[in-house]
């Protein structure tokens, strides 16, 4: 940029270097990462600086200017100067053993050999747990970790958008209703608060075939509204479900149909909750403007409403895929306790805890941090998003 | 009876579809009347008309008007697939419960028809009888409904009471006490908000595992008691009242405990009501650690609820000793009407909280954009 500067005449102040978008990012990081680490460098001379020669001398320094305390009374007021700790002790205690130790013991202990976690024996050091995991070669039988990735991306990815999408036409259309508003919005809350386990049960009740499937026992609501239409009933949660096999990974696409069914209904509360309350704050003038200019409904919502409600919308977006990566429950609620069949409906979390139930630590402790590898990439990414598209505020 | 019953059911779903049409027709009715009277209304007083329409009065008399019709027409029509569209979605948003609700009432074989029913033909209160005195399917061990309830009671009282305790108190020394190393532990503290909790699980199991604490409540209360998102939402709730209170609370000679008591929790209490509310529910619904460390008579509600339920012979019954439900025609297999039961049990306290609480829940989960 030097040289730039030196250049005479025609442009006065050349632009800084641009980097591409993805460099900008990772370098802005980097510099957030190190601004988070210079803090703490602060913080840390600060607390230290008091041990050393001149924070030493500083100190006597104060205390020659000060009143001549005695000894106690010094002690005391000391004590009383630093009391906060005792108010923070509970929490660090806990917080000592439930949270900052796991942290250190899952990078340690992913990394130690056939590690047992109760008998604390493992053989060798290396990244054998990594490269089992990401193989698929645990040799138990367990989930398979490709199996459970390809799952949660592909549920998360496809019920999050559809979601978000369908709770958007759902408060526009609450938005622009002036009667019984109340009563609809009401009704539409009501799956907000509910238990995954149990209303993945009823869900699967909808889905379920009991027996056989000719029509002597239930085929499940939802095989006889395809039966109108002379669809023959589809196995969606059970034993022969239908899916696709694409070499070792199985894509149960019946399953698939069934939760996304599932995630969309138990998420549409809390985006229409966001949504609507958004839409409700934005300026009426707006409206009014766009309708002396003539505005049709439909340009007004996507030349208005959309843009106004953009951060509301990548929030949704953003604490919705970090929700799906950590879907369990309802799997569980759906297909019961082995996650479908041969653990073909398995998640990320899912992986996670069918090897602590096996005993197999070392692979527990490395799916644990490939997922949070993971997750925070896809924070990062998102950040990155939200930056961009949030400039409207 | 069995059979009675299939050769009823087949007008059900005619007589479903029926309701469904005339309560949206009821909705439809209502709304076009209430406009068309204020059509009438408009046309009948010229002031309001021009009122109303003052962009388009200018212009040639009956064009207007014409044009006025049309567009009336047009704005009614697109109401009414406005509120359709929103009656479609609130009936099916509001399925599964009327599912779960009517299920719980009916007998297996009811259950099991080949055409639903959308209404119990017999009510059968015996499911939440049995299901109150089943023991946990899969094991031989004597855990009932209620020793599960008190269990959940117990620990979601416990976790609740003592995480806000240590809440609050964090809270308040980050928020307006001095220390040496506050901006350090603050620091770390946010930073583990990043991880996702499943890392944790797997040490704290073992951990949890390896000091013996297995099958107690204690195991399900302490790893779970601080909650640094809480604590950070706190603080900044704490940190928005002004300094001046708390000096003149020091003039006045109050303790740092006393101002924390007598000023500040008073003023954050919404906020305190959505933490208390958000982790009672948390507590409630949580299912995979109990699942971890805990066997079944020191597991949670929602572990119960996983759980087959099959009709199994009851010793002692109002029924008679020895009695089952269907006399082992089922043999061992779950039974989704028993099932159906076990998760209103789950669902409806959640249902009734929400209706009551609603302000507060909403409030904390728009803020923290979880669930507990």
Known sequence: MEENNGNAGAIAKAPPKKHNRFAQYFINLGARIKGWFVDMYGAIKDFFYGFTKAGRAEKKARKAEGPQLSRRERLRRGLKTQSGWL?????????????????????????????????????????????????????????????????TMLLTFISVPLSTLLALLISVALNSIKRIQKAYQTILFLPYLTNALAMGAVFATFFKIIGTSNNTETVGLVNIVLGWFGIKPIDWVGLTSPHWQLGSLSIPWAKYIVTIIYEVWSGLPFKILILFSAMQSI?????????????????????????????????????????????????????????????????????????????????????????????????????????????YR | MTNLLLSSTAADWVVALMVILVIAGIIAIIF???????????????????????????????????????????????????????????????????????????????????????????????????????TVAGSGSAATFQQILLNTIVVGLLSTLLGLVIIVITAYAFARMEFKGKNILFALMIATMMIPGELFTISNYITVAKGGMNDSYVVLILPFLVSVYYIYLLRNNFMQIPNSLYQAAKVDGLSDLGYLIKVMIPLTAPTLISITLLRFIGTWNSYIWPRLVNTEPWQMITNWVTGGFVDTKQVTSPWGANWTMYNNFFGGQALDSLKMAAVCMVSLPLLILFIFCRRYIMRGVSKSGTKG
């Open chain 1, 87 to 151: 108010f923070v002790l509970p929490a660090l205690a806990l917080m000592a053993v439930f949270t900052f130790y796991p942290i250190i013991a899952s990078f340690v202990n992913s990394f130690k050999q056939g590690y047992s976690g109760m008998t604390g024996k493992f053989n060798g050091w290396g990244a054998d747990n990594f490269v089992r995991v990401l193989k698929g070669d645990t040799g138990t039988g367990g989930a398979s970790f490709t199996q459970c990735l390809v799952n």
């Open chain 2, 32 to 134: 076009l009347t209430v406009k068309l009277c204020r059509m009438v209304r408009e046309r009948r007083s010229p002031a309001a008309k021009v009122g109303a329409w003052d962009l388009s009065a200018g212009s040639s008399g009956f064009d207007a008007k014409k044009m006025q019709r049309a567009d009336k027409a047009k704005h009614i029509t697109k109401n009414v697939l406005v509120y359709l569209f929103l009656t479609v979605c609130a009936v099916l948003a509001f399925l599964p419960f009327y599912w779960m609700i009517i299920s719980s009432f009916k007998t297996e074989f009811e259950f099991r028809q080949s055409v639903p029913t959308f209404f119990p033909h017999e009510f059968q209160w015996k499911n939440y009888w049995m299901i109150f005195h089943q």
């Open chain 1, 283 to 391: 300026n009426k003038q707006y409206y009014d403007a766009a309708k002396v200019d003539g505005a049709s409904r439909w340009t007004t919502l996507w030349k208005i409403t959309a843009p106004m409600i953009m951060p509301q919308i990548s929030y949704l977006l953003v604490t919705g895929i970090m929700g799906g990566m950590k879907q369990y429950s309802a799997i569980i609620g759906l297909f019961g306790t082995t996650m479908g069949q041969d653990y073909d409906m398995g998640t990320m979390v899912g992986y996670l805890y069918n090897y602590i139930e096996l005993g197999q630590t070392g692979y527990a402790y490395a799916g644990s941090l490939l997922l949070f590898i993971i997750i925070m990439i896809i924070t990062f990414f998102n950040n990155k998003i939200t930056k961009k598209r949030t400039t």
